[in-house]
T-cell receptor, first 112, second 114 residues
């Protein structure tokens, strides 16, 4: 079945440093890829999605490129802020399905 | 104003009892879902509904029964509760079904089964 593997957390960074959260996926079809963010006490919210291979998604300074050859979708940000502290989920939704398959999540803590 | 309402926020139940988790969405969406998040597993898809019809069921147990009385409501009835059912249950919705659809999540109901 479909699966998503991502960097195990927690990841602790200082404000102003760069972030990379690795994400790789397995699927037999042509998925849409997502990054979701979850703050304490809330449900996940979409950071951005990328439906096509070789395209990039971005939002709030975060970005990721859909790499079909490497089956990867790594999340990057050049300079993190304390307000970025949250859990980040890589996810996919495959053609012909209506469900989103989530990775285990990566907890990010940004220190001031 | 919250666009997806889930009630209650916290729920404690005893083993063997039955509970109903409430979900209402005010986004005008046609598709609704249930997901579960436990300490042992990542966010896990349970059901999808479109125009009040069940489209997907990924739960192995018939103890979990979604109920849709209105287009913007999708409740989840859980019977014969077990401690393993302890989790946070998230309701979600999207404009329509589809693998490209952006799903919006509610704040969740945290269920503890003693």
């Amino acid at each position: 079945g479909d699966s998503v593997t991502q960097t195990e957390g927690p990841v602790t960074l200082s404000e102003g440093t760069s972030l990379t959260v690795n994400c790789s996926y397995e699927t037999k079809q042509y998925p849409t890829l997502f990054w979701y963010v979850q703050y304490p006490g809330e449900g996940p919210q979409l950071l951005f999605k990328v439906p096509k291979a070789n395209e990039k998604g971005s939002n709030r300074g975060f970005e990721a490129t859909y790499n079909k050859e490497a089956t990867s979708f790594h999340l990057q940000k050049a300079s993190v802020q304390e307000s970025d502290s949250a859990v980040y989920y890589c996810a996919l939704s495959d053609q012909g399905t209506n469900k989103v398959v989530f990775g285990t999540g990566t907890r990010l803590q940004v220190l001031p | 104003d919250p666009k997806i309402i889930q009630k209650p926020k916290y729920l404690v139940a005893v083993t063997g009892s039955e509970k109903i988790l409430i979900c209402e969405q005010y986004l005008g969406h046609n598709a609704m879902y249930w997901y579960r998040q436990s300490a042992k597993k990542p966010l896990e898809f349970m059901f999808s509904y479109s125009y009040q019809k069940l489209m997907d069921n990924q739960t192995a147990s018939s103890r979990f029964q979604p109920q849709s009385s209105k287009k913007n409501h999708l409740d989840l009835q859980i019977t014969a509760l077990k401690p393993d059912d302890s989790a946070t249950y998230f309701c979600a919705s999207s404009q329509d079904l589809g693998y490209y659809a952006e799903q919006f999540f509610g704040p969740g109901t945290r269920l503890t089964v003693l």
